[in-house]
């Protein structure tokens, strides 16, 4: 029996974009672990809104998490305030799991619409 590999394997970088984009040789395995947390947090909190995917870019200062939604008004809520709701609890979660405090401004979360969300499985 053969080894299995899944096919967006050798597609990821042609067709499809890559859903962690950071580089941090020293801090690669703290940051992965975050990520997966954070796609599971996320996914947990936002599974019933039609949520299609969950992208992670990080900088030096600052992480930037990209939610893309079917139905992104949603998430966003009457006068934003279902995402600034959402932002604090990642806060709160990201600082759990770091187990220290984050600096001033340091997640930006942006909601995008899915143009067609029936060619998202």
Known sequence: MGQ??????FRTGIIYDWNSRWLNRKKIKEYLREDVKIREFLNKKLSKLGLGKIEIERSRSSTRIIVHASRPGLIIGRGGAGVEQLKADLQKFITKIRKEPLGKGEIRLEIEEIKQPESVA
């Open 4 to 9: 299995k590999v899944h096919p967006a394997v």
